[in-house]
């Protein structure tokens, strides 16, 4: 690079950086497009630009990386979930929770998003890559937990109920990624919606009595 017409070294930890980042943005491309299986470890190298022992320098193994780009695009999600959130709310005018829901629809119907869907499927036999996703599903968890502090029947909801709303919520939004491309249903979008908040504040407004 250019400073002032004199020309500059990177450091080595911004090289470092690149490359992992050239890395990462491949694998993801890679799954996003082929899908795990065939998001090899000389596909994402060949998208990145680099040998595999340059990829290997960086990650022990191709796991490695397949975690690091779920992580990536968890925290990319969460940071734009969060921006959002700070943008439309304040201490006496809480976000809108449809709005907060369409948010979440709309992220996790983004092709990027089932790269996150693909590497769950894998954990289904791959006991290692299931240990590894867990602190991840409890980060996402807790991304839809922020919307629980939105809706008036999920503050008042027994604690095991809104639990299970949650959940609920959260596989919707998965099923829905899923048969995006194979049987959408976009007629039923805001219906979807309308049931799910109103077992929302059904469910709060059912809460058994202290004790009970």
């Given at each position: 690079?250019?400073?002032?017409?004199?020309q500059?070294?990177?450091?080595?930890?911004?090289?470092r950086?690149?490359t992992?980042?050239?890395?990462?943005d491949?694998?993801i491309?890679?799954?996003?497009?082929?899908?795990?299986?065939?998001?090899?470890?000389?596909?994402?190298?060949?998208r990145?630009g680099?040998?595999?022992?340059?990829?290997?320098?960086?990650?022990?193994?191709?796991?490695?990386?397949?975690?690091?780009?779920?992580?990536?695009l968890?925290?990319?999600?969460?940071?734009?979930?969060t921006?959002?959130?700070?943008?439309?709310?304040?201490?006496?005018?809480?976000?809108?929770?449809?709005?907060?829901l369409?948010?979440?629809?709309?992220?996790?119907?983004?092709?990027?998003?089932?790269?996150?869907?693909?590497?769950?499927?894998?954990?289904?036999?791959?006991?290692?890559?299931?240990?590894?996703?867990?602190?991840?599903?409890n980060?996402?968890?807790?991304?839809?937990?922020?919307?629980?502090?939105l809706?008036?029947?999920?503050?008042?909801m027994?604690?095991?109920?809104r639990?299970?709303?949650?959940?609920?919520l959260?596989?919707v939004?998965?099923?829905?990624?899923i048969?995006?491309t194979?049987?959408?249903?976009?007629d039923?979008?805001?219906?979807?919606?309308?049931?799910?908040?109103a077992?929302?504040?059904?469910l709060?407004?059912?809460?058994?009595?202290?004790g009970?």
């Open positions: 690079m250019t400073e002032n017409g004199v500059t070294r990177r450091s080595h930890a911004e090289r950086a690149e992992i980042a050239l890395i990462v491949a694998a491309d890679a799954i996003t497009e082929l899908g795990l299986r065939n998001a090899t470890t000389g596909e994402i190298c060949r990145a680099v040998s595999p022992g340059a990829m290997f320098h960086y990650f022990e193994t191709r796991q490695d990386v397949i975690v690091a780009a779920v992580e990536h968890l925290q990319q999600r969460l940071a734009r979930f921006a959002y959130l700070d943008s439309v709310q304040t201490s006496d005018h809480p976000a809108d929770p449809r709005a907060v369409r948010l979440l629809r709309r992220v996790s119907r983004e092709p990027r998003s089932m790269v996150w869907l693909e590497v769950l499927m894998e954990t289904r036999t791959d006991a290692d890559l299931r240990v590894r996703m867990t602190p991840l599903l980060t996402q968890r807790d991304m839809f937990w922020a919307t629980a502090e809706h008036p029947g999920l503050q008042s027994p604690e095991m109920a639990h299970a709303w949650l959940e609920l959260r596989n939004m998965h099923g829905e990624s048969f995006e194979i049987e959408p249903h976009h039923l979008d805001e219906p979807k919606l309308d049931a799910l908040l077992l929302a504040l059904d709060g407004a059912t809460r058994p009595p202290q009970s």
